[in-house]
C-alpha cells in the first residue's frame, strides 16, 4: 500500500512545557476547566481541530479511516474526521459504540455527515491511513482481543489521538496490545507515558496541542513530574571572585582492580567545572600510577581517616571501578557518618545490594535497572513509583538510568529524561554522569537539580558526539553543552 507521508519525520519538539501530567490529574485539569466555564465541546472542538491540522502538515490526502470510541476521545476523533472533510480529504469513520446521549462526543457524532462503515479489520486493512481515537491515556485495562485484531490489520500509517490505545498513559507500559503510531497528537500537557518506554517509541513522532485550556489549572493539580529541560534547575556561576575551592573540591575513591573507571569520573567532574578533583587511591602502588597520569589530577594515598576532618572536601563520590568488598561498604558508611555528600554508583551499589539502607544518607546514587533491581527488587510496571519509593526509602535522590532515565527526590518530584541517544550504551559512560553529577553537587547544586542537569548534559553531550562514540569523548562534549547553556 502507498505511503501517503509526505515524507519527513520530525522528533518530539522542544521546547514543550516540562510539566508532565498524569491521566487522573488531565482529567482533574479537565475538569478545572469546566468549572471555569470552559465546555467540553469547546475543548473537543479545539481538540479534534488540532488533530486534523497536525496529519494535513503530515501527510498527502488519502483514504482514511478513523476508528472511534464511545467517549471523549472518540469525540475528539468525529471533529477531526470531519475537519479533515472539509479539507476534501476522503474520510469514512467506524464507530466501536455509540456515544452515550448527552455526552459531548454524541454532539460530535451527531455533527459528523459523512459515511459510517463496519468497525472490523477489513476496513482498517484497506484504508490509506488510519487514526486511532478509541482509547485514551486513561486506559487501565488490557484491549479487548477483538478490538486488538482490528488495529493489528492496519497497514497504513496510524495516528494517536491522546496515546495509541492499549498504552498506559502514566506508565509508558502496554496493556496487552498497542499499535505503533506515527504520530501522536496530545493536549495541554504530556504524560508520563509519553516519554517512558515503550511508549515514547510506540507514540512515533509525539505533538503537543494547545486546546485553550488555561494555564491556571495548574495550580491546583501541583504536578510533581517534569520533562527534563534546562529551565527546571539553574547551573552553577563564576563569581569574579572565585577560585579552585570556592569552586568545589571532589574526591574519588578509586580501586586497584579498574582504576580506569573512576579516572573517567574525575575527567567529566574537571571538565564540568569542580575546582579540584582528588583521586583516593587504595594503595602506593596505585598512587604512583595515578600520579603519571593527567598533569592536573591530583593523588591522594592518605588513610581515608586523615582526610574527612578537611571540611573543603565536602563531595565525595564513590562506585567507579570500586569491587564490592568490606572495603568498599567500610568507605561508605565512613563518608555518611561524617556528614559528607556522597554520590554512590556501580561498585558501591552491589556492595550494598543484600543492605540497601547502608546507602541511607547518601545525596544521589545512579543505579542502573540491573544495580536497582539487586538494590530494591524488580521495578515493575511503574517504574516512577518504584523509583520515587527507593528515593523515599534512602532519603536520596535516585537517577534509574537508562534510555528513559527517571530522576526521583525522596520528597516526591520526579523529572524524566528522554534525550539520551542509543550511542550512550557503551562501557565508561556511566562513570562520566557520576562524575559530572557528583562535580555539580560540588559547586553547590542541590542533589535534584545536579542529577537533573548532570543527566541532561550527559545526552545532550553524546548525542552531539562523533560516529563511534566512547565515554573518554563524552566530558569535552559535555562541557561545550554547559558553555551553551551558561551562554
Known amino acids: 500500500m502507498a505511503d501517503a507521508r509526505i515524507g519527513y519525520k520530525r522528533p518530539m519538539a522542544r521546547p514543550y512545557p516540562t510539566e508532565l501530567l498524569t491521566p487522573a490529574e488531565m482529567a482533574r485539569a479537565d475538569a478545572a476547566a469546566l468549572a471555569a466555564g470552559i465546555s467540553t465541546e469547546t475543548l473537543m472542538e479545539a481538540a479534534g481541530s488540532a488533530v486534523a491540522r497536525a496529519i494535513r502538515a503530515r501527510f498527502r ?31 469514512s469513520v467506524a464507530a466501536l459504540a455509540p456515544p452515550s446521549p448527552g455526552m459531548a462526543a454524541a454532539a460530535a457524532a451527531a455533527r459528523w455527515r459523512g459515511p459510517m462503515v463496519a468497525f472490523g479489520e477489513a476496513e482498517a486493512a484497506r484504508a490509506g491511513l488510519v487514526v486511532d481515537a478509541l482509547f485514551g491515556a486513561g486506559l487501565t485495562r488490557p484491549l479487548a482481543p477483538e478490538l486488538a485484531q ?27 496490545y498497542a499499535p505503533q503510531a506515527a504520530l501522536t497528537i496530545s493536549f495541554f500537557r504530556l504524560k508520563p507515558g509519553h516519554l517512558l518506554l515503550p511508549g515514547r517509541a510506540l507514540c512515533g513522532e ?39 575551592y570556592t569552586r568545589g573540591h571532589l574526591t574519588i575513591l578509586t580501586g586497584a582492580a579498574m582504576p580506569g573507571a573512576a579516572r573517567l569520573a574525575a575527567s567529566a567532574a574537571r571538565r564540568l567545572g569542580a575546582g579540584l578533583v582528588t583521586l583516593h587511591a587504595e594503595n602506593l602502588d596505585l598512587a604512583a600510577m595515578l600520579r603519571a597520569d593527567a598533569p592536573g589530577q591530583l593523588v591522594s594515598d592518605a588513610m581515608l581517616d586523615a582526610l574527612l576532618p578537611d571540611a573543603r572536601r565536602k563531595v565525595w563520590l564513590a562506585g567507579p571501578g570500586l569491587l564490592p568488598n568490606d572495603a568498599t561498604r567500610s568507605a561508605i558508611r565512613t563518608l555518611i557518618e561524617a556528614g559528607k555528600t556522597l554520590v554512590a554508583d556501580a561498585g558501591a551499589l552491589i556492595a550494598a545490594a543484600d543492605t540497601p539502607d547502608l546507602l541511607r544518607g547518601a ?25 520515587h519509593a527507593a528515593a523515599a526509602r534512602l532519603g536520596a535522590v535516585v537517577v534509574l538510568k537508562g534510555p528513559d532515565s527517571i530522576i526521583a527526590a525522596p520528597d516526591g518530584r520526579v523529572i524524566i529524561n528522554d534525550n539520551a541517544p542509543p550511542s550512550l550504551a557503551t562501557a ?38 562523533p560516529p563511534g562514540l566512547i565515554a573518554e569523548d563524552l566530558p569535552p562534549l559535555m562541557a561545550r553543552m554547559l558553555h551553551d547553556l551558561s551562554a
Open 61 to 91: 490526502p488519502c483514504r482514511t479511516l478513523v476508528l472511534a470510541g464511545p467517549g471523549n476521545n472518540g469525540g475528539d476523533g468525529y471533529v477531526a474526521a470531519r475537519y479533515l472533510e472539509q479539507a476534501g480529504w476522503p474520510v
Open 150 to 176: 482490528v488495529l493489528r490489520a492496519v497497514e497504513a500509517p496510524l495516528v494517536a489521538v491522546d496515546v495509541p490505545s492499549g498504552l498506559d498513559g502514566a506508565t509508558g507500559r502496554v496493556l496487552g
Open 206 to 244: 509525539t505533538v503537543l496541542a494547545d486546546i485553550g485550556l488555561p494555564q491556571a489549572v495548574l495550580g491546583d493539580i501541583a504536578p510533581r513530574c517534569w520533562r527534563n529541560h534546562p529551565s527546571l534547575w539553574s547551573l552553577p556561576s563564576l563569581d569574579v571572585n572565585a577560585h579552585k
Open 363 to 387: 545525596a544521589v546514587i545512579t543505579p542502573h535497572a540491573g544495580e536497582f533491581t539487586r538494590l530494591f527488587g524488580v521495578p515493575g510496571a511503574d517504574r516512577l513509583a518504584a523509583t
Open 428 to 465: 565508561g559512560t556511566g562513570d562520566i554522569l557520576a562524575g559530572a553529577i557528583a562535580a555539580l553537587l560540588a559547586q553547590g547544586m542541590q542533589p535534584f537539580e545536579a542529577a537533573a542537569a548532570g543527566v541532561w548534559l550527559h545526552g545532550a553531550g553524546a548525542a552531539a558526539g
